[in-house]
């Protein structure tokens, strides 16, 4: 199974850039890199996605290195609300229909005020 | 906006009981995963159905957990009997299917306490 490698944790301050980087060496061409965050007592939620190139959305950005290696999950404004666990995920279908996942570990995100 | 819905949100039970957790995907979503959550851990899958049927159930430790999803629309994980390990968050997930990714959508949870 493709992995990804995370930092265990970062701080922000608040109102402040954030840019949560994610290893994945071994990541093959189908696999789409995906990214989820938890906040506390909640499961998962979605964040963004994508597989070659920058995606955008109302939440984060994520910026992909050009062999795929590497990416990168920016929250443009650090909120406290946004202080949470965040997970790359490489997402793959196989031939059987399963979704290969692995969360990890991901990077536990601290919000300073 | 719809939400994916669990129940119980929280249970305890004695080992060597039996439990189990229902869940309710978003309507349409005909994926559905079954997540394990040990605290300070990721979530792993335990099982994936595709409507009624089991895509994935290779990490789903057979002898005692167990999974359906017989209309294809909610769901039922059961544990019998249920271990001191098995203390753990159970997480309930369903997906639609946009080209060749999904966009997995969850719920909040049961925690289980196994005493």
């Known amino acids: 199974d493709a992995k990804t490698t995370q930092p265990n944790s970062m701080e922000s301050n608040e109102e402040e850039p954030v840019h949560l980087p994610c290893n994945h060496s071994?990541?093959?061409?189908?696999?789409?890199i995906h990214w989820y965050r938890q906040l506390p007592s909640q499961g998962p939620e979605y964040v963004i996605h994508?597989?070659?190139s920058n995606v955008n959305n109302r939440m984060a950005s994520l910026a992909i290195a050009e062999d795929r290696k590497s990416s990168t999950l920016i929250l443009h404004r650090a909120t406290l609300r946004d202080a949470a666990v965040y997970y790359c995920?490489?997402?793959?279908?196989?031939?059987?229909?399963?979704?290969?996942?692995?969360f990890g570990t991901g990077t536990r995100l601290t919000v300073i005020p | 906006e719809a939400e994916v819905a669990q129940s119980p949100r929280y249970k305890i039970t004695e080992k060597s009981q039996a439990v189990a957790f229902w869940c309710d995907p978003i309507?349409?979503?005909?994926?559905l995963y079954w997540y394990r959550q040990i605290l300070g851990q990721g979530p792993e899958l335990l099982v994936q159905?595709?409507?009624?049927?089991?895509?994935?159930d290779s990490q789903l430790p057979k002898d005692r957990f167990s999974a359906e999803r017989l209309k294809g629309v909610d769901s039922t994980l059961k544990i019998q009997p249920a271990e001191l390990g098995d203390s753990a968050m159970y997480l309930c997930?369903?997906?639609?299917?946009?080209?060749?990714?999904?966009?997995?959508?969850f719920g909040p949870g049961t925690r289980l306490t196994v005493l």
């Open positions: 997930a369903s997906s639609w299917w946009t080209g060749d990714t999904d966009t997995q959508y």
């Open positions: 071994t990541i093959s061409g189908t696999d789409y």
């Open positions: 994508g597989l070659t």
């Open positions: 995920i490489l997402r793959r279908l196989d031939q059987t229909g399963a979704n290969n996942l692995f």
């Open positions: 309507s349409g979503h005909a994926t």
């Open positions: 159905f595709q409507d009624e049927s089991v895509v994935d």
